[in-house]
């Protein structure tokens, strides 16, 4: 690990403030992927700031009856929150389906919707990596592909988003809170908030280098039933070849995301039109343009059976 220099920052404004004033500087919570990189020397910032200080860890109804989760809320206390539970039951599940206990317990919202790819070939600092060294290549493409996405990926790369609580937060339709060192607030929706590879993967979201996450908000609560299911190599421990989150109504509208397919949580809103036609319908509008290798065209049949599966068990 390359050496650094370490501030904790007791105020919004000072994080950002500090990041402004350190290029290539990076916020730090629970660390549970930062860390990693660090050691690897794939990440390699010159200063870290500790936001852990700053009172953004409180779960609280908005105005309009939805909810807002700041960005320090760990992922235990998020899945074990009784108006989660209750009223986002997907996010919980898909929060439970994540890591291990010991990670939830240090992992927090703004930094599970963060994480990096968990691209073998990313994380091999003796192979070339586009998301890496921009212009290295693609490994993964002639290479071990089996974990790789299958929709929204180009030449330059073919890697995953990893997040689960991610794909819950899309199919809720969540909005993400951000702050700036001008002082300027915006909101993100969750759908934006991904950056396409393209010929530059290396640059994973649309948040500029001071940017700092400071809340997601999730609309009023629409009822139906919540599913989350998620299809790995073993039991635990494990990133998602597939993973379906889904919100079906007693009517069969609903909405429907996928993980482990794209670099980002893959989500169709036109797709979901077909949800009354059935399982197959939704899967064929949602995969769409999917572009699999030979080591993973076997996702795009997983992600219709997981699909047809948690429709299935929504309807019952």
């Avoid at 080591?295 to 997981?306: D, G, H, P």
């Amino acid at each position: 690990m390359k050496s650094f220099t370490y501030e904790r920052a007791t105020s919004l404004q000072q994080a950002v403030d500090a990041s402004a004033k350190n290029p290539g500087a990076r916020f730090i919570a629970g660390g549970t992927n930062l860390l990693d990189l660090m050691k690897l020397e794939i990440e390699t910032p010159q200063h870290l700031i500790d936001v852990n200080g700053l009172a953004l860890d409180d779960i609280t109804r908005t105005e309009d009856g939805g909810l807002r989760i700041g960005a320090m809320v760990r992922n235990t206390d998020l899945a074990a929150a009784p108006q989660v539970r209750q009223d986002y039951a997907v996010l919980s599940k898909a929060l439970l389906a994540g890591a291990s206990g010991q990670l939830r317990n240090k992992a927090t919202t703004a930094g599970n919707l963060l994480q990096r790819t968990r691209c073998a070939y990313f994380y091999d600092t003796h192979q070339p990596c586009n998301k890496r060294r921009p212009g290295a290549g693609c490994p993964a493409m002639g290479g071990a592909s089996r974990q790789q996405a299958i929709i929204g990926v180009s030449e330059a790369c073919i890697a995953s988003h990893p997040s689960d609580m991610a794909v819950a937060m899309q199919v809720l339709g969540a909005k993400v809170e951000t702050l700036n060192a001008h002082g300027q607030v915006r909101t993100i929706d969750i759908a934006d908030l991904y950056r396409a590879p393209g010929d530059t993967p290396h640059i994973e979201h649309i948040l500029d280098a001071n940017e700092l996450i400071t809340a997601v908000t999730l609309p009023k609560p629409a009822g139906g039933k919540h599913i989350y299911y998620k299809v790995r190599d073993r039991a635990s421990y494990a990133f998602a070849l597939v993973s379906v989150a889904a919100i079906v109504m007693p009517d069969q509208s609903g909405q429907v995301a996928l993980g482990g397919v794209a670099y980002k949580p893959w989500r169709n809103e036109d797709a979901e039109a077909y949800l009354p036609e059935g399982a197959q319908a939704v899967a064929t509008h949602l995969l769409a343009g999917a572009q699999p290798t030979a080591q993973n065209a076997f996702k795009i049949k997983l992600a219709e059976r997981t699909i047809g599966l948690a429709l299935s068990n929504a309807s019952s």
